[in-house]
């Protein structure tokens, strides 16, 4: 076996086509005759139990599983490629997994949210990012303005989430929709705390550095 091995994710918002994305990375996969297996994190239980699920229902065979673990156990000693669906659930050591797994000559694809709905990273996800050969960002667009939107916005009872509710809320009434940075919203976020003007330095070296970045006049 040629000893390849890669890396790719695939992140973004919900709505932004990250599914299809990976469906179509692992249909292409498939007609090479490649050896595939898909996983999916057993939280995600929309649509079927048993396969990656894209909105427009295309769907592919997929196993549930708990944890980066169970998946390692699960994989075929000639599996060449390694799909993984809704990595932002995973444990943290799905990344190293998966960096071990891309060493080892295996084509790895990851697809995930970058941000929960408070539009911070999420999970394992910053790590991947960091970690990848290949990093393909969808975007969607904002169900209020059109713009691009990079952001997903939580709705409870038809209302904007509140930052305080936890990120996996099971049985509530909820639903989600793709938002810009200027139309997402969420209630009871702390506010940013103004950042102060750096403190002179000891290290001469130090500010010489700063201000040969960024000088009075914002210039670089
Ligand atoms: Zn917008």
Known sequence: MKRRGS???????MFA??????????RRSLYAKKKVQAFKHA????YSETEIATHEGVKLNAVAVRNSSDLERLLLPDTEVVAIEEAQFFDP??????NRLADRGRTVLVAGLDQDFRREPFGPMPKLLALADEVVKLRAICV??????SHTQRLVDGRPASYHDPIVLIGASERYEARCRHCHELPDAPKPRKRSRPRP??????????RGLFDDNGRT
């Open 17 to 26: 086509g990250k599914s299809e994305e990976l469906i179509r990375l692992i």
């Open 201 to 210: 330095s000891s290290n001469p070296s130090y500010v010489h550095e700063e």
């Open 144 to 149: 209020r303005c059109g713009n691009i939107a």
């Open 7 to 13: 890396l790719t994710v695939i992140c973004g918002g």
């Open 43 to 46: 939280y995600d239980t929309r």
């Open 93 to 98: 050591l799905l990344p190293d997994l998966c």
